[in-house]
């Protein structure tokens, strides 16, 4: 079961910063945060993960509280094809079934021009 | 990042029927996943496909309804039997080759009648 609240939809102008929030209030010691996100009838494609560190990599970046109940997944500059639902998911990281993915509704974030 | 594939790309098939989804990687992984995203829905777990084993399903999906074989490392079938216009969905499979970065195939798009 999802583990994780998001907004169910945001909007962005094209070029400026989405900033995507996620609440994960129970959260586990060893459970990461992923990011995936998932463009009109394609496959989820990963951005991103992280413990309790910040995170950053050429797509995004992920900031965690210190407490580790929530989280933002930060575009620094939004394009028109950054437009897709972004789903928050807590899960472990081991490549077992502990890595099973539970997915929510994600937030939808439209980006205009 | 691992290539998936996934045949057919899309079916339409006739209530009663049962068809069978391959997902096939471009190499050895330890882990494979099978998802199921109903119209408007976010993504549902299946089944971990166990390679050499049976499947383990979630809560609410069950072998007779849908068969999983893994018999190597890259290679999986879904198949979703006796089927009704409820199992119209995009059908998932996802891998996972690190230890933490799990990667979705292109999916196949179900269509029941």
């Known amino acids: 079961d999802a583990k994780t609240t998001q907004p169910p939809s945001m909007d962005c102008a094209e070029g400026r910063a989405a900033n995507l929030p996620c609440n994960h209030s129970t959260i586990s010691g060893n459970e990461y945060v992923y990011w995936y996100r998932q463009i009109h009838s394609q496959g989820p494609q990963y951005i991103i993960h992280g413990l309790k560190n910040n995170e950053t990599n050429e797509m995004a970046s992920l900031i965690i509280t210190e407490d580790r109940k929530s989280s933002t997944l930060i575009l620094p500059h939004a394009t028109l094809r950054d437009t897709a639902v972004y789903y928050c998911?807590?899960?472990?990281?081991?490549?077992?079934?502990?890595?099973?993915?539970?997915f929510g509704r994600g937030t939808q974030l439209t980006v205009w021009p | 990042s691992a290539v998936i594939s996934q045949k057919p790309s899309r079916d339409i098939c006739q209530r009663g029927t049962s068809l069978t989804i391959q997902c096939q990687v471009d190499s050895q992984v330890t882990m494979m996943f099978w998802y199921r995203q109903q119209p408007g829905q976010s993504l549902t777990l299946i089944a971990t496909?166990?390679?050499?084993?049976?499947?383990?399903?979630e809560s609410g999906f069950v072998i007779d309804k849908f068969p999983i074989s893994r018999p190597n490392l890259t290679f999986s079938t879904l198949t979703v039997s006796n089927m009704s216009p409820e199992d119209s969905s995009i059908y998932l499979c996802?891998?996972?080759?690190?230890?933490?970065?799990?990667?979705f195939g292109p999916g196949t798009r179900l269509t029941v009648l």
């Open positions: 998911i807590v899960a472990y990281d081991r490549g077992s079934t502990l890595g099973r993915l539970y």
């Open positions: 996802s891998v996972t080759r690190e230890v933490d970065t799990q990667y």
């Open positions: 496909a166990n390679q050499g084993s049976e499947a383990t399903y």
